[in-house]
């Protein structure tokens, strides 16, 4: 069961605080682990000793070490997908240049935190069904993006773009990261979005 905490502030910092610090501690740190080890690695205890918390500790916020991975990269996702709307509305009214700001959005992340890019990208079995998710997140943004430009697709044609894409670019990550390709942030951007941008406009043609 969770240990009980007290409701008086510890150094000034209140419970709920205290408990929310700790959760993302926990999140980073189960990245980290995934990330450098192998998600067969990341064990209660080891992710706790990662996060500098006590195991104890880890129940007040997940139920188990599943909860914790697919809450992770759920809220990871949830912050690299926001991050790339936001590119895109700032961008000129232009298909490709609305891509590569996305695109760029998101591998400008990953280069500030290769970690979370190897968290994102791992094997992990139990992030299989949020991958899915996540590229029907990316579907559905992809249809409202389409349609702002002028180059409609609906949701089977976007999810099928996604898939091609995210494909790809997981491909092309992995070798960036790992330093088996000789690919620079900026190319990979460039490739990315290009896939993108020439699918998108042709995939009305081809998914009918």
């Known amino acids: 069961m969770p240990e009980l905490e007290t409701t008086r502030a510890y150094r000034g910092v209140g419970p709920a605080d205290r408990r929310a610090e700790r959760r993302e501690r926990l999140k980073n740190a189960v990245m980290d682990v995934v990330a450098t080890e192998g998600w067969s690695a990341a064990t209660v205890r080891k992710v706790a000793a990662t996060a500098g918390v006590g195991p104890r500790f880890f129940y007040e916020s997940f139920t188990d070490m599943n909860d914790l991975l697919t809450t992770a990269y759920d809220e990871l996702g949830a912050e690299l997908l926001t991050a790339a709307v936001a590119a895109i509305d ?12 996305a695109v760029g959005a998101i591998v400008g992340a990953v280069e500030h935190n290769p970690q979370q890019g190897r968290f994102l990208i791992s094997d992990a079995p139990p992030l299989a069904e949020r991958k899915s998710a996540f590229i029907r997140a990316a579907a559905d943004e992809l249809v409202e993006q389409s349609d702002a430009v002028g180059t409609r697709l609906d949701t089977r044609q976007a999810e099928l773009c996604a898939v091609v894409v995210m494909a790809g670019a997981v491909e092309l990550v992995r070798g960036w990261l790992d330093g088996s390709l000789d690919i620079r942030p900026d190319e990979l951007t460039e490739i990315v979005a290009s896939t993108l941008s020439t699918l998108t406009t042709h995939m009305p043609n081809i998914g009918r």
């Open 90 to 101: 700032s961008a000129p009214d232009d298909l490709h240049a609305k891509a590569r700001a």
